[in-house]
């Protein structure tokens, strides 16, 4: 079965300093993996993917997730971290039957 | 905006009563999903459809909720004789092929039942 975890529900993080969301994964298969950020009563949004290819993936404003196999690891990474990042993180793997299954999140906190 | 578009977004209901939630999907997407999210929790998959059809419900409570995406028309999510439990957030999302492709999210339903 695929899962994936989160293992910090809480971030803290200096603005300015980087930022590391953890992710470990479970797959049968090759993994398809995502992050996705929540802000207060919003929707999902897309930051980035691996599907194949470098390990490290870039995505939106900034963000970028290394895929390591030997780990089974998809950690997102920020190499200086902004007020605005402050939100909701999620890690999501996907199956063949293309079902997403998310993580329990986390939540960053960035300190002015 | 050509967004996924959710509505109502906050949606009061008392027990008993039914919950009708919808989802337009975005432009030229024919695959959508909904998901619950609790408070503390991560989303949970419901269900997945596609036009006309049911591709995976196994996320969904067996009585009382049902899911249609009608060839015409928004899909709806559908909860009969509400409880207190199932305030929540549900959240809908699309994508184009469905081929591992990235899902694209409105922003949700709340649903409060007193």
């Known amino acids: 079965a695929q899962s994936v975890a989160q293992p910090e529900d809480q971030v803290n993080v200096a603005e300015g300093n980087p930022l590391t969301v953890k992710c470990t994964y479970s797959?049968?298969?090759?993994?398809?993996l995502f992050w996705y950020v929540q802000y207060p009563n919003r929707g999902l949004q897309f930051l980035l993917k691996?599907?194949?290819?470098?390990?490290l993936v870039k995505g939106s404003y900034g963000f970028e997730a290394e895929f390591n196999k030997s780990q089974t690891s998809f950690h997102l990474k920020k190499p200086s971290a902004l007020v605005s990042d402050s939100a909701l993180y999620f890690c999501?793997?996907?199956?063949?039957?293309?079902?997403?299954?998310f993580g329990t999140g986390t939540s960053l906190t960035v300190i002015p | 905006n050509a967004g996924v578009m959710q509505n109502p977004r906050h949606l009061v209901r008392r027990r008993g009563q039914e919950a009708r939630l919808r989802c337009s999907p975005m432009?030229?997407?024919?695959?959508v999903y909904w998901y619950r999210q609790l408070p503390e929790e991560g989303l949970k998959f419901m269900v997945y459809?596609?036009?006309?059809?049911?591709?995976?419900e196994s996320g969904m409570p067996k009585e009382r909720f049902s899911a249609e995406f009608p060839k015409e028309g928004p899909s709806i999510l559908r909860i009969q004789q509400v409880v207190r439990g199932d305030s929540a957030a549900y959240f809908c999302?699309?994508?184009?092929?469905?081929?591992?492709?990235?899902?694209?999210f409105g922003d949700g339903t709340r649903l409060s039942i007193l």
């Open positions: 999302a699309s994508s184009s092929t469905g081929n591992n492709q990235p899902q694209h």
């Open positions: 797959v049968s298969g090759n993994p398809y």
């Open positions: 691996y599907i194949t290819g470098d390990n």
């Open positions: 999501a793997v996907v199956d063949t039957g293309n079902q997403f299954y």
């Open positions: 432009k030229g997407h024919s695959h």
């Open positions: 459809l596609q036009k006309e059809n049911i591709i995976d």
